[in-house]
């Protein structure tokens, strides 16, 4: 799974430990799903949607979907 | 931004206060562990009364440990349980394997020079443990 986590940070210049903390988790964490080693449960994902203001699917993407559209296109 | 600052230490000091309890609880079993195995020899002269005092005491601070263990997994979020019961789910693995079916045939069958002691089982467990929490914090980082 794919997101934007790092590019939403970035703008609004948060350090990993911030949203980390916003967020409730280690900062571990969140170098994980920013690099796509880890991806977040529903619930943590609700809460990052939640706090940048946004629908779950504008910043997680499902990478085997994206390729389905691809091939059916 | 200055919520985000509030925030920021809640999960380290929360999850600090727990390691602190759990290594209390650990150093407490590590006590009453020793004072189990050491207590009827050097203590008080093998008298049965206070072996079995030592016993349930041993059991008590081990229970105590085991619920102070769950509070500290439930209290990780959920990256860090997974490497945690991960390493957990491992350990198990290795303990099953190298006692049975490995380690007491050898000592049985005479394949080693020296009697199988639960403690080497534990030992390898705790090794086990920790290389497997390191290489999935390393997996992870």
Known sequence: ?73 | MNQLKTLQNGYQSRIRTRTMRLACWNGAWLAATALMKFGPKFLWNRASVFTLLAVCLDVAVGVGMILATKKYVMELDELQQKVYLNALGITAGVALIASVPSYTVMDTYHVISFHAEIWHLLLLMGLTFIVSFLYGTWRYR
Do not use: Y
């Not at chain 1, 911030?18 to 609700?46: C, H, M, W």
């Open chain 1, 1 to 73: 799974m794919k997101n934007r986590l790092k590019v939403l940070r970035a703008e609004r210049n948060w350090t990993q430990a911030e949203l980390a903390g916003a967020l409730d988790v280690s900062r571990q964490t969140i170098n994980a799903i920013e690099t796509g080693k880890f991806d977040p449960s529903l619930p943590l994902a609700f809460r990052a949607a939640r706090l940048f203001g946004l629908r779950i699917e504008e910043i997680f993407h499902d990478e085997d979907r994206s390729s389905l559209a691809t091939e059916i296109k």
